[in-house]
């Protein structure tokens, strides 16, 4: 099969290398925009469970990726000065570049071609190529709006606004930090992805990010200013900018996922909100998922119309989870007046996903302390 990828991010690498793995015969050649080593942002985290499916799928990558790991087991909430952990929540961090050298080195043994420097402009050139066109072209993918009417996406910009940051002040858990000031509330998204760097995203709600003024503010005016915000947690150290600009959350949904030979993966068909972290997950998982249709399946339409029947439900139970949590932080204000220990509990049940006897089973300290502190106990 002759296979065009447009995207070498996580979703178009991890397809290719399936893919040839399966049969060495495919002619695959991915087009990405950037070099190997231009990437935005900082870290990404995976799941537990997450990491079982990727040993399955391709056990040397798998290898590769988690040597890079700092691992962790804890959320950290903290409010009002004062740090709730969370234990027993399985979670790994990496560099997003990091992760995608390793995949682009397993795709290039495979014999997968990577043209990098190669904008796709043309998108019906390169479809009408092959038996497969791969949209593996992320959040504002060009092969989506190129072919709108076949894919029938809804796009949803959400109104909080936020940055991310790195910094060298080791987050050793998901720390979820409050802070307020007569502007408003500020959440900030951390962990740590290296044994010397963090990220450090910051959200706030559209009145907060108004009335602070960042609009009039240059990039580094808003790094200090949020780096004041946050100096008690940042302990001395520096935001550091990767070009960091304040964004505004796209929620991404398609009502198809493909047509004759074009298929939508990753961001690209579909995003979570990074407050439940699974952006890379999902994309890597899209990957096996289509590459399993196609092992599966004898035709491309075949094998397409079996993605999308199999994981459809999967992604849609994922993205309710992750607008539950996506609204709490949005809303996040409405909760400042509770205590810490009351606070940690709503956030982590935000997302529906999580129970109360989930949480007893992998912290029991922490729910003792949760339920004494509304004096449920004897
Ligand atoms: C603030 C923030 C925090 C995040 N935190 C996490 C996290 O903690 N954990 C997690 O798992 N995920 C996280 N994510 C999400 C994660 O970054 C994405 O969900 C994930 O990278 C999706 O993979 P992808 O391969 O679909 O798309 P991308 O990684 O976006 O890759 C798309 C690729 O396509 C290329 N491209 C686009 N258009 C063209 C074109 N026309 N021609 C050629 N190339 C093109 C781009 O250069 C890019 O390399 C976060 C995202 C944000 C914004």
Redesign the pocket.
């Given at each position: 099969m002759k296979i065009n990828v447009?995207?070498?991010?996580?979703?178009?690498l991890y397809f290719a290398i399936l893919m040839k793995k399966a049969d060495a015969a495919h002619q695959i050649r991915i087009?990405?925009?950037?070099g190997p080593n231009d990437t935005f942002?900082w870290?990404?985290?995976?799941s537990g469970k997450t990491l079982a499916n990727l040993r399955t799928a391709d056990d040397v990558s798998h290898a590769e990726i988690t040597k890079e790991f700092e691992a962790w087991d804890n959320v950290d909430v903290v409010h009002r000065d004062a740090k709730i952990s969370i234990h027993g929540n399985s979670f790994s961090g990496i560099a997003?570049l990091q992760l995608l050298n390793i995949l682009q080195r397993r795709a290039e043994q495979l014999g997968v071609e990577i043209d990098f420097r190669?904008?796709?402009h043309d998108v019906e050139a390169l479809r009408s190529d092959c038996d497969l066109l791969l949209a593996?072209?992320?959040?504002n993918?060009?092969v989506r709006s190129r072919y709108a009417e076949q894919f029938q996406p809804a796009l949803d910009l959400r109104a909080n606004r936020?940055i991310?940051y790195g910094t060298h002040q080791l987050f050793h858990g998901l720390t979820l930090t409050f802070r307020e000031n007569s502007a408003g509330v500020f959440a900030a998204h951390s962990y740590k992805f290296s044994p010397t760097t963090s990220?450090f995203?910051v959200e706030c709600d559209p009145q907060t990010w108004t009335k602070t003024g960042f609009e009039q503010m240059s990039s580094e005016q808003t790094l200090d200013y949020v780096g004041e915000v946050f100096a008690q947690d940042l302990n001395g150290h520096k935001l550091l900018s990767n070009n960091s600009k304040w964004?505004n959350f796209l929620l991404v949904k398609n009502r198809n996922w493909f047509f004759e030979n074009v298929v939508l993966?990753?961001?690209?068909l579909h995003?979570a909100h990074?407050s439940i972290?699974?952006?890379?997950?999902l994309?890597m998982e899209d990957a096996i998922a289509l590459a399993e249709s196609f092992q599966l399946n004898a035709s491309v339409s075949e094998a397409l119309a079996h993605f999308e029947k199999t994981r459809r439900p999967v992604i849609e139970d994922y993205q309710a989870a992750a607008f539950e949590s996506m609204r709490w932080f949005e809303n996040a204000g409405e909760h400042m007046h509770l205590s810490p220990i009351e606070l940690a509990y709503v956030l982590m049940t935000r997302s529906g996903r999580v129970s109360y006897e989930d949480l007893k089973r992998r912290d029991p300290a922490f729910i003792s302390e949760y339920e004494l502190s509304h004096g449920l106990h004897g």
């Open positions: 447009i995207g070498g991010g996580p979703a178009g087009c990405e925009r950037n942002g870290g990404v985290v995976f997003r190669t904008e796709i593996a072209d992320g959040v993918s060009t936020y991310w990220t995203i964004i993966i990753g961001d690209a995003t990074f972290g699974s952006g890379t997950k994309a």
